[in-house]
């Protein structure tokens, strides 16, 4: 199924975004969390779907 992909690229874009440095460059830093909360809310509502569908 399409969306168990997404939920899983989606949660593998949250791990990677946690491992990027950043080297103290506070911009970068900020785009990266925006990016890392992105992904969480993209898997989040990925989850939600696939949970409806299994009902």
């Known amino acids: 199924m399409r ?3 997404c ?3 989606s949660k593998e874009s949250v791990y ?3 491992h990027v440095l950043t ?11 925006e990016l890392q909360q992105e992904a ?4 989040l509502i990925f989850a939600a779907i ?3 569908l299994n009902k």
């Open 7 to 9: 939920r899983k690229e």
């Open 50 to 52: 696939l949970r409806k």
């Open 40 to 43: 969480n809310e993209l898997m």
């Open 3 to 5: 969306i168990r992909i």
């Open 16 to 18: 990677w975004l946690k």
């Open 23 to 33: 080297y103290e460059d506070n911009e970068l830093e900020i785009k990266r969390l």
